[in-house]
């Protein structure tokens, strides 16, 4: 294991540089909400990182993509991003930290809760609690102490809609949310996010257990939804992210390799790792 | 014609010898279950068929059993054996017999051991369902945790004599009591009453004491709570368990607080199987007869309301609780064991044991098929 570290910790400067220098354009295009400095992250207390000093900003009202093999760590980066680790008790932020609309949210004072109302998080098997369709996109609104029925009315309705799934769904709010079919109750789930009006949306691969109709209805869903709200996406499926995406980062072993606009980053990998796991060489 | 795939021996082959083995002792549960089962039946049945719907509605009574000069048989009751011989002074009996708790019905033990099972619930499933909540929810892991873990394994191993002795000097001659009569040693605390008080509960004084809640359906109840703890938080967990993370990760990412998130996304989805799981474990303590035969029941004819000596409500209610009563599992084991063993005891006994058994059987069928009915609605 030892081992394994010191090698890994070598190109570590390296991609940051790279990134630095090939993210520039992105930078300018639009102001980073989210900002991520030298994060070095461990689910062992600090024994072993799982992300190695990551640096990245992600900009505002973008779809971003992560894309990487299993276990690079763009899931355990994607739940930093709402502290949704805090839940594991051995989890640590290491080093670095997290910055989001300017504020560090590993600061002292933070409170993860009014963190995770403005960082929403979609998950990778859709999970609507065994509750009314209704019920369901209003509970966001509900444990914030929101009674009003009119006004939980035209949340359900605007998030539904939001979400692509009103026209579905307007004639059996009152129904289960199980009944519905898989690619519905992973709409539902994000109708469910948006209803909270977060500032970014977190999607830890969506689509995943999707087959590929509702697959496509989601990404185009998406690609929408970037209007209004930050994406990012952990993807495992490159199509995905060329499709969805206006930028890309490439993990592998817990550091960023890559990180530039899709397009850039498919046509023209700067980095030898990048072009051989987009070719499907390995990964 | 080969033979080379034929049985090389003859007679039964060791194949043959371990079914046959297996088998028997299979059947050897069903026997022991026909032989327990059927003969609780075979036994009591006539009893209840017998007496009817008085034996559950009336309390136990006194039995005499005799042959009247006219070589009339009488079973009789305390009252109607006095209302007899006030009648017929001189009557000549012969071959009497009598026996304590064995005549009337058993609505005082069922009564007690209901009161005894309520008073266990609320002890139990509080504690419990907190403990377990905590677990499963909150608790990191650490030696502290490993080690309360530990305990609740090995409280469930106790064996419910120990709970009883445990219940008998803790609950019974420990515990902090609050009295208004002035006690002698082990007061620790005592305060003047403002008027309305004392007015109210017709005391001057109230006395915080070490003396215990004494040989009481408290103390009794709260043994068993005792007992059944290990049984339910365990359950209670499992329940916990079961509730998908999915479900507690979408509330958090909705901005729910933990609690939030437990008592809106997991408690609620947990707790039919909470219940049916304590319900079970509840069920068999509710038939142990060791923890309570120490701390709070007792052989006796009347119910557990009857005879309050309290007029104030509030030392009405603290004498209630604070008063034994008797038990289904305690009448049993007096009719079967502490008093004399005459024929004429026997249906009571054998009624009893029938009864008690079905009463679990009931209880315990409805659970799970209340458990069945709440599943079904509630999938995920």
Redesign the interface.
């Known amino acids: 294991m030892s081992k394994q570290d010191k090698k890994s910790k070598e190109p570590k400067p390296k991609a940051t540089e790279r990134i630095d220098t090939s993210s520039d354009g992105a930078r300018h295009l639009n102001e980073a909400l989210l900002d991520v400095q030298k994060l070095s992250f461990s689910y062992d207390m600090g024994k072993t990182d799982t992300l190695k000093k990551i640096s990245l900003e992600i900009p505002k009202q973008k779809v971003t993509a992560f894309i990487g093999p299993s276990g690079c760590g763009k899931s355990t980066l994607l739940r930093c991003f709402n502290r949704m680790n805090d839940t594991i008790p051995t989890a640590r932020i290491t080093h670095g930290n997290v910055k989001i609309m300017g504020a560090d949210i590993y600061g002292p004072k933070v409170d993860p809760i009014r963190l995770r109302k403005q960082v929403g998080m979609v998950f990778q098997k859709s999970n609507p609690f065994p509750k009314s369709i209704y019920e369901n996109v209003a509970f966001g609104l509900r444990i914030a102490g929101e009674r009003k029925k009119s006004v939980l009315d035209e949340a359900v309705e605007k998030s539904l809609k939001g979400a692509a799934l009103w026209d579905e769904v307007k004639d059996r709010l009152g129904e289960s949310a199980l009944g519905l079919s898989g690619g519905q109750q992973q709409r539902l789930c994000i109708a469910r996010t948006i209803a909270v009006e977060p500032e970014v949306i977190l999607m830890d691969e969506p689509c995943s257990a999707l087959d590929p109709i509702a697959t496509a209805v989601v990404e185009e869903l998406i690609t929408k939804l970037r209007e209004d709200f930050t994406v990012v996406i952990v993807t495992h499926n490159m199509q995905q992210a060329t499709r969805v995406s206006d930028h890309t980062a490439f993990f592998y072993l817990g550091e960023l390799i890559e990180y530039d606009t899709t397009q850039q980053l498919f046509t023209n990998p700067s980095i030898k790792q990048t072009e051989d796991y987009i070719s499907g060489r390995f990964g | 014609m080969s033979q080379i795939f034929d049985k090389q021996s003859k007679g039964i082959d060791s194949e043959q010898l371990v079914t046959w083995l297996l088998r028997i002792a299979t059947y050897l549960i069903i026997l022991a279950f026909v032989l327990i089962i059927g003969r609780i039946i075979v036994r009591g049945a006539p009893v209840l068929a017998k007496e009817g719907i008085s034996f559950i509605t009336q309390s136990p009574d006194i039995l005499y059993c005799f042959y009247d000069q006219d070589g009339k048989y009488h079973r009789l009751g305390s009252q109607e054996y006095r209302d007899f011989k006030t009648a017929n002074p001189d009557g000549l009996k012969l071959y009497e017999l009598s026996a304590n708790y064995s005549g009337g019905g058993i609505f005082g033990p069922l009564m007690g051991t209901l009161i005894l099972i309520g008073i266990c619930i609320v002890f139990a499933m509080t504690i419990g369902i907190a403990a377990s909540v905590f677990l499963s929810e909150y608790s990191?892991?650490g030696p502290l945790i490993r080690m309360i873990r530990l305990a609740i394994i090995n409280l469930a191993g106790v064996p419910s004599v120990v709970f009883g002795l445990f219940g008998f000097a803790f609950f019974c001659y420990f515990i902090p009591v609050i009295t208004k009569t002035t006690p002698v040693e082990r007061s620790i605390f005592f305060t003047q009453l403002p008027d309305w008080m004392a007015s109210l509960l017709g005391a001057e004084q109230l006395y915080l004491s070490c003396q215990g809640w004494g040989s009481s359906i408290l103390a009794a109840g709260c043994t068993l709570a005792c007992m059944v703890l290990p049984i339910i938080i365990t359950a209670c967990e499992e329940s916990l368990r079961a509730v998908?993370q999915?479900?507690?990760?979408?509330?958090?990412?909705?901005?729910?607080?933990q609690w939030?998130t437990i008592g809106?996304?997991v408690l609620p989805?947990a707790l039919p199987g909470m219940l049916t799981a304590s319900v079970l474990g509840l069920l068999r303590v509710s038939g142990e007869t060791a923890p309570i035969m120490y701390t709070g029941a007792f052989a006796q004819c009347q119910l557990p309301w009857e005879g309050l000596r309290e007029e104030n409500w509030f030392w009405r209610i603290t004498e209630f609780f604070q008063r034994g009563c008797e038990a289904l599992p305690y009448h049993i084991y007096s009719v079967s064991a502490k008093i004399p063993q005459t024929e004429i005891v026997r249906p009571m006994q054998d009624g009893s044991v029938l009864v008690f058994m079905l009463i679990m059987l009931a209880l315990a069928t409805t659970s799970v098929v209340l458990r069945i009915r709440i599943r079904k609605k509630?999938?995920?």
């Open positions: 990191k892991r998908p999915g479900f507690r990760d979408a509330s958090l990412s909705l901005g729910a607080t939030q809106k996304s989805y509630l999938k995920w």
